[in-house]
C-alpha cells in the first residue's frame, strides 16, 4: 500500500468453482456476461458457452443494424454518436433522448453496456445492470450527479454518459486520465485516490452539487471502501442517493489483499449454545455487514446512526440508499 492508502489495482483473477464435482467450470468470480454467477441460479458458463454467447450476440447486433436500421449499435467504440441524419421533427420528449448530432441514445442499459466493454473483463455483470435500471430507468433523463470510484479505460464512463444524457458525471482514478475519455462539458476526470478527502472534496467541487448516485468500482479493499463511504456518504450524496459497492465477492478470494475463503458459518452449529453467529468478517463483504450494525444501532443505544434508509444486497453488490 502506498502513502495514499492506494492497493494496487487487482482485479479479482477469475477463480473456478466447481461446487457440484461436474468436471466442469462453474461460472469464474470475476464479473463476466456469459457468466452471470451474479443470478440465483448459477449459470454454466465455460470458454465454449462464452463464445456461443459472442456469436449470438453479434448476430443480434447484426439484424439490429439491418432489420431495424440501427447505425448507431454496435460500432465497437463509437460511443453511440455516429453520425446518422435526422428524419423529421421530433417531439420533446425524443428531443431529450437525443445526443447533440440527433443521433437516437439508446434506453438499454445492457445495449451500451455491451457496446462500450464488448468483451473486456472489467464489464458491468448483467445483475449490475438489472439494479441500475431498476433503480434509475424513469430518472435516466433528469440532470443528475453521478460519481463513480475507479474508472480504468473509461467504459462504464462512457455508458454513463449514453445512458444519462443529461447528467453531471464524475470518474475518480488513482492512475492519470486515460487516453480515452469522453470529451463532454458534463463529463469530469478527478485524478486521486478514494481514500483521499481533498481528492473526493474535488470531486464534489466539479460536479457544483451532492451526488444522486455514487458507485464504488475502485480498490476494493475493505479498508479504502469504508474511508470513502465514510466521507462521502453523510457529505456529498444527496438524501434519497444511492451509494453502490460494486464487487463484494472480492472478500472471498483468498488471494486478493484482504480476501479469504469463505467458510459457512451458517451451517456451523459449533461452539453450541452461543448468541454469537460465526460469518465472514473480511474485506467489503465485512464493512457492508458493519453497515448493518450501523443501520441497527439506535435500537440499542440511542445515538445518531448513519441515515441509511435500506440496504439492498445482491450478490456481489450492495446498493444503500440514504434517508
Ligand atoms: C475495476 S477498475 C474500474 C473499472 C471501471 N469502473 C469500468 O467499469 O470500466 C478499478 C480502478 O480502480 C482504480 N483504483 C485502485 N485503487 C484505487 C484507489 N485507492 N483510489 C482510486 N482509484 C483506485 C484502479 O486504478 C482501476 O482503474
Redesign the pocket.
Known amino acids: 500500500m502506498d502513502n ?4 494496487p ?1 487487482v ?1 479479482p483473477s477469475p477463480h473456478v468453482i466447481d461446487p457440484m464435482g461436474l468436471g466442469r467450470p462453474l461460472c469464474s468470480l470475476g464479473r463476466r456476461h456469459g457468466s452471470d454467477y451474479g443470478r440465483r441460479t448459477l449459470v454454466l458458463a465455460r470458454a465454449e458457452d462464452l463464445r456461443v454467447i459472442q456469436l449470438f450476440r453479434r448476430a443480434w447486433d447484426f439484424v439490429r443494424r439491418v432489420a431495424f436500421q440501427d447505425t448507431d449499435a454496435l460500432a465497437p467504440g463509437s460511443g453511440g454518436n455516429a453520425e446518422r441524419p435526422r428524419h423529421g421533427t421530433c417531439t420533446a420528449d425524443e428531443a431529450s433522448v437525443r445526443g447533440a448530432n440527433g443521433a437516437p441514445r439508446e434506453t438499454d442499459l445492457e445495449a451500451i453496456v455491451d457496446r462500450h ?1 464488448g468483451n ?1 473483463f ?3 455483470a448483467s445483475i449490475y445492470v438489472e439494479e441500475y435500471e431498476r433503480l434509475f430507468a424513469s430518472r435516466r433523463l433528469e440532470p443528475l450527479r453521478i460519481l ?9 464512463i462512457f455508458v454513463w454518459r449514453d445512458y444519462f444524457p443529461n447528467a453531471t458525471i464524475v470518474g ?4 492519470d486520465r486515460p487516453a480515452k475519455f469522453p470529451e463532454d462539458e458534463r463529463i469530469h476526470y478527478v485524478q ?4 483521499d478527502p481533498s481528492s473526493l472534496d474535488k470531486a464534489f467541487q466539479v460536479a457544483l452539487a451532492p451526488f444522486d448516485l455514487i458507485i464504488d ?4 479493499i475493505g479498508d ?1 471502501t469504508k474511508r470513502s463511504f465514510l466521507y462521502l456518504f453523510p457529505k456529498y450524496l444527496k438524501l434519497g442517493g444511492y451509494y453502490i459497492i460494486e ?1 463484494l465477492g472480492t472478500s472471498f478470494l483468498p488471494q486478493f489483499p484482504d480476501g479469504v475463503w469463505f467458510t459457512d458459518g451458517l451451517r456451523r452449529d459449533d461452539p453450541p449454545n452461543t448468541a454469537i453467529f460465526a460469518s465472514h468478517q473480511n474485506g467489503m463483504v465485512g464493512f457492508v455487514k458493519q453497515l448493518v450494525d450501523e443501520t441497527m444501532k439506535t435500537l440499542a443505544t440511542g445515538g445518531a446512526a448513519l441515515p441509511i434508509e435500506s440496504i439492498t444486497i445482491r450478490t456481489n453488490l450492495a446498493v444503500v440508499k440514504k434517508a
Open positions: 495514499d492508502g492506494h492497493m489495482s482485479r466493454y473486456d472489467n464489464r458491468k463513480e470510484l475507479g474508472v480504468l479505460a473509461g467504459a462504464s475518480l482514478d488513482i492512475r486521486g485516490s478514494q481514500a468500482d475502485a480498490s476494493h479504502l464487487d
